[in-house]
DNA sequence: GTTCTAGAAC
DNA sequence: GTTCTAGAAC
């Protein structure tokens, strides 16, 4: 009977599966007289590594019931097999009457929906949540032998933290009766035991088990990185020190959940103590004048103060002239000074050296209270903080932010600082508005931590002016990056002040219309997201609504797949992948192409963080482009250069699967046996692909590039040169190996580039391409400025 | 029976 | 992005 349902479509294959189950069901309630508890489909949801399978065994070897256990790694004859051979293997395992452990790890929202629709009326379905750190999970992983998914060993660790990335924890929404949250071995051998000893009349009581709180999870996890913030000179107080201040001014915390936090200096009413007046005071930013009118806020702690006990009246006076310093070269940037205590010395000394020092007052300020609940706790608007790092406690946590900081950076050094972005999923992002995690780390002069510099504060000084240096510019960094202003896009209530605005003007030196086009892919990634946001926004941007759609559908990616990451990983740090790269400069890296789609292919990848794609580029960039384009030709002509067959074409692709803005410069014989699919060389054959000289174009005359529609990339497949169309990609690969036509009008207006033929100081030129064949033949002794003044058009560099 | 493609999984 | 696979297309 089920096997007879056709599997093609999962969503009617599962509406089959289920009539299918009614009628089985059915009958095995009658033959039990309506005792037996309903068969359970208990959804395992966990990373590899995490105990999934041993969780089944161990329920199914003690169990009172009858499990199945639904293992997409051997579902196919011991095979790995799919998703829809599980659904139906689960549906046969019910209608026996059996219950189901489904063994995948089901991370994902999508991933577990068909296997939650197994339940309804028929069956309860249960989540079993194996949240374990992940280098729990990994460690597992990478050990372990004999695998059913041959998922083990050095690949494992990759793959299990890019899984960990996209995990989105079980809700009850989804159909599931019964969640259960494991976070350590106990709990799981807790909930196996729950399994195991469940009889076939009993059921568990619905409901959430064993999740910890929103609030929790952020105190176990953020709370670790800054648990070095400094108080008093003294080391950290822990996470109840800190609650129980809040609760001990919560007259001060109400009232600052009001969202604006007062300037000093305005009375409170009288039924305040004087103690919790003061205390509210000491809360608030410290300097009477300090202005709220949303600019970028960076909240920072000392660094080095705590844990690597840097002399406090020496670390004070380097922050203060690191600020005045910031603030010389970047306007309209705010700056908090945080600590947790309302006593702290740090604060103290800074504030009066501030003040001798005439640090602008609106735009530093200090402020007591948690660095990580600015905004609930004390209603601050900082979307970046920072957090001074020191070397063996940083990414343990298991959480999203950690993971995303170990794609960052294993390590910082002394006086360098690095941006991790905070995952739109975390309670920092989703509760306190903070957008990205700066990581920086101080000199240390603990003979207790490692690199201790024994005192010596001359180097101390310097290398903490470096660190608070660093951490400011990767600030400004932010600030000015397309990201951030993305990330504050799109709430009107938070209208963009003209000081804001001008501080983009004044630092990026942008042209009067390039903020204006900026605006519409701001608030086009806005919409693309989703993203109305609850939480206060910076730069909320004003645009017509007939212009808010015009770039919605070509505007940049509002998410990025796991594996989009690595070239922006090799663009923000190349100095650890020096395999990779061909040459680094400050603006710009190149490398091969992991997958080259043809005998040459290289990618010039920008350095600017926060610039992922043509949809990001402004007229502020030209000067980048330009650059990116003299690098790729300057490597067309090396190519060429050693063989003068090769002729390149230079350009980006409109919507890129990897993030971070890059430059591909491919030769156009597509000779590769990477090129395997249609939507690969559609990419480079189409109007999708967009050529350097004409995205240059473009942005000179109208501040944006054009970007062509993804669906191109399913277009039939034609040759670059004859245009003759072709049934698949092997007959075209075949006729592109012999085919002798010139390139087409379209790609004549220097788009190619060409060998100088024969030479051994050969160079590159772009022209006609029907020209260019005949140049290519011109006589060794022609020189180059020859060429120039025969065609008029050449590019060389 | 073989080739090729699209989609799921990673 | 790639790999793997089933099933469509041939």
Not at 45 to 52: D, E, L, N, Q, T
Not at 143 to 159: C, P
Not at 431 to 449: D, F, K
Not at 676 to 693: A, E, G, L, M
Request: proline share 4%; charged share 25%.
């Amino acid at each position: 009977m089920l096997s007879s349902i056709p599997m093609a479509e999962e969503a009617d294959t599962v509406s089959s599966l289920l009539n299918a189950l009614a009628i089985n069901h059915s009958f095995l309630m009658s033959l039990s007289e309506g005792k037996e508890g309903k068969p359970l489909v208990v959804i395992l949801v966990g990373a590899p590594g995490s105990g999934k399978t041993t969780f089944c065994n161990d329920v199914i070897r003690a169990a009172r019931r009858t499990w199945t256990r639904i293992c997409q790694d051997t579902i196919a004859n011991g095979k790995a097999g799919t998703k829809a051979q599980c659904l139906q293997s689960a549906a046969n395992a019910l209608q026996e009457g059996k219950n189901v452990l489904i063994d995948r790890c089901n991370l994902e929202l999508e991933q577990r929906s068909e296997f939650v629709k197994l339940g309804g009326a028929r069956a309860d379905v249960h989540a079993v949540v194996l949240d374990l750190p992940a280098r729990v999970c990994i460690s597992r992983s990478v050990q372990r032998t004999g695998h059913e998914g041959n998922l083990q060993g050095g690949k494992a660790a990759a793959v299990v933290n890019r899984m960990l990335q996209k995990k989105v924890l079980p809700n009850l929404n989804e159909g599931f009766s019964r969640i259960t949250f494991c976070q350590n071995d106990d709990d799981v051998k807790t909930a196996v035991n729950t399994y195991s000893f469940l009889g076939l009349f009993d059921s568990l009581p619905p409901g959430i088990i064993g999740q910890k709180s929103a609030d929790a999870k952020v105190q176990q996890g953020i709370m670790k990185f800054f648990k070095k913030v400094d108080t008093d000179g003294n080391c950290s107080q822990n996470s109840s020190a800190k609650r129980e201040y809040v609760s001990q001014n919560s007259a001060a915390k109400n009232e600052y959940n009001e969202n604006k936090p007062r300037p000093m200096g305005i009375e409170k009413g009288n039924e305040v103590g004087k103690d919790e007046q003061k205390n509210d005071m000491l809360r608030k930013p410290c300097v009477s004048d300090f202005q709220w009118n949303d600019a970028p806020t960076l909240a920072f702690p000392s660094i080095s103060t705590s844990d690597f006990q840097f002399n406090m009246d020496k670390a004070s006076d380097v922050i203060v002239e690191a600020v005045a310093d910031f603030f010389s070269k970047f306007d309209k940037v705010k700056l908090i000074l945080v600590d947790l205590s309302p006593k702290s010395k740090m604060l103290s000394l800074v504030k009066v050296k501030a003040s001798k020092k005439n640090v602008d007052t609106t735009r530093f300020s200090t402020y007591a209270g948690d660095i990580t609940r600015l905004y609930t706790g004390g209603g601050l608007h900082c979307n970046v903080i920072a957090n001074a790092s020191n070397c063996d406690t940083r990414w343990t946590t298991g959480d999203a932010l950690e993971i995303a900081t170990k794609e960052q950076a294993d390590t910082i050094s002394p006086g360098s600082s690095i941006i991790v972005p905070v995952p739109r999923t975390s309670p920092l992002n989703q509760r306190e508005g903070v957008t990205y995690v700066i990581h920086v780390l101080g000199p240390n002069m603990n003979p207790q931590r490692p690199n201790c510099l024994k005192d010596d504060y001359v180097k101390g000084c310097k290398v903490l002016y470096e660190a608070y240096s660093s951490l400011f510019n990767n600030f400004a960094s932010i600030a000015l990056s397309q990201n951030y202003q993305k990330e504050y896009s799109g709430d009107s209530k938070y209208e963009p002040t003209k000081s804001v605005g001008k501080f983009f003007e004044s630092v990026v030196e942008c042209q009067p219309s390039s903020s204006e086009q900026k605006s519409k892919r701001e608030v086009s990634y806005a919409k693309s997201n989703g993203d109305s946001g609850g939480l206060p926004r910076c730069f909320g941007m004003l645009e017509k609504e007939e212009q808010k759609s015009e770039r919605s559908d070509h505007s940049a990616k509002s998410s990025w797949g796991s594996w989009a990451h690595a070239l922006h990983q090799i663009a923000m740090h190349p100095e650890k992948h020096n395999r990779d790269v061909i040459e680094i400069s400050d603006d710009f890296v190149v490398l091969n192409d992991l997958y080259p789609k043809a005998k040459k292919h290289i990618l010039v990848t920008s350095r600017l963080p926060g610039l992922d794609c043509l949809a990001d580029i402004g007229r502020e960039h030209l000067q980048m482009l330009q650059k990116m384009h003299a690098a790729g030709l300057k490597w067309a002509e090396q190519f060429s250069s050693h063989d003068p067959s090769l002729v390149f074409r230079l350009g980006y692709h409109s919507v890129p699967s990897m993030r971070q803005l890059h430059l591909h410069v491919i030769s156009q014989d597509f000779d590769s046996t990477h090129l395997r699919k249609k939507k690969h060389w559609n990419s480079f054959n189409t109007p999708f692909f967009r050529d350097s000289i004409d995205v240059q174009e473009e942005i000179k005359m109208n501040g944006l590039a054009t970007i062509k529609e993804e669906k191109l990339l399913s277009s039939e497949l034609r040759c670059h040169h004859c245009k003759s169309a072709h049934p698949n990609l092997p007959r075209l690969k075949y006729h592109i190996a012999t085919c002798k036509a010139p390139f087409p009008a379209h790609l004549q207006n220097g788009q190619l580039v060409f060998a100088l033929s024969g030479s051994s100081d050969a160079a590159s030129y772009s022209c006609n391409g029907s020209e260019a064949w005949k140049c290519a033949k011109l006589e060794n002794h022609l020189t180059q400025l020859t060429l120039i003044c025969l065609l008029g058009v050449l590019t060389i560099n």
